[in-house]
T-cell receptor, first 115, second 112 residues
Framework: GAGVSQSPSNKVTEKGKDVELRCDPISGHTALYWYRQSLGQGLEFLIYFQGNSAPDKSGLPSDRFSAERTGGSVSTLTIQRTQQEDSAVYLC?????????????FGQGTRLTVV | AQSVTQPDIHITVSEGASLELRCNYSYGATPYLFWYVQSPGQGLQLLLKYFSGDTLVQGIKGFEAEFKRSQSSFNLRKPSVHWSDAAEYFCAVEGGGFKTIFGAGTRLFVKA
């Protein structure tokens, strides 16, 4: 596609339920990032995928958060047993990784509200 | 590990006035540096980036930034601000491994 696509754009869920957020990166981009942006906050790094390498999960805030990337393309971020503090905008970005001087392109984000 | 600090949470400037947004980073070597802008209800858009070479980089919308190694800074500037520049600005730093870390952001308000 022309850009990074995220779905759904908005998600309201009840506390304790599981949610899945999807990211379709730009075709050919080998690197994929997930960030979280809470109200009035900056972007908090969550996880980074690069090709077939083991992902950098150092930013995941708890074991309720997990992510996978199938076939080196689409990625799903899963939050189990959601809590109210999980409410935020979750942003996905992709990037060409085979050369150094590139930047990340961001999707519009998924706004998650836990009630 | 790298980190980035944007000391100003928000800044207000008059339309037509000059602008400088501060960004300081921490990293043991020369990092890659970026400035992104996020307008209300919009996604993040890259303004400019620094990888190597000339320390003064030009970006879109009339913005520029200067990498100063001695000060570990990458401040964003614009000579004359327009009302449409009101947005949130994020500085980002990337060290080894392509992990990009963002600052907390600076919200710019433009007054008529």
């Amino acid at each position: 596609g022309a850009g990074v696509s995220q779905s759904p754009s908005n998600k309201v869920t009840e506390k304790g339920k599981d949610v899945e957020l999807r990211c379709d990166p730009i075709s050919g981009h080998t690197a994929l990032y997930w960030y979280r942006q809470s109200l009035g906050q900056g972007l908090e790094f969550l996880i980074y995928f690069q090709g077939n390498s083991a992902p950098d999960k150092s930013g995941l805030p708890s074991d309720r958060f997990s992510a996978e990337r199938t076939g080196g393309s689409v990625s799903t971020l899963t939050i189990q047993r959601t809590q109210q503090e999980d409410s935020a905008v979750y942003l996905c970005a992709s990037r060409i990784r085979d050369r150094g001087n590139t930047e990340a392109f961001f999707g519009q984000g998924t706004r998650l509200t836990v009630v | 590990a790298q980190s980035v600090t944007q000391p100003d949470i928000h800044i207000t400037v008059s339309e037509g006035a000059s602008l400088e947004l501060r960004c300081n980073y921490s990293y043991g070597a020369t990092p890659y540096l970026f400035w992104y802008v996020q307008s209300p209800g919009q996604g993040l858009q890259l303004l400019l980036k620094y990888f190597s070479g000339d320390t003064l980089v030009q970006g879109i919308k009339g913005f520029e930034a200067e990498f100063k190694r001695s000060q570990s800074s990458f401040n964003l500037r614009k000579p004359s601000v327009h009302w449409s520049d009101a947005a949130e600005y994020f500085c980002a730093v990337e060290g080894g491994g392509f992990k990009t870390i963002f600052g907390a952001g600076t919200r710019l308000f433009v007054k008529a």
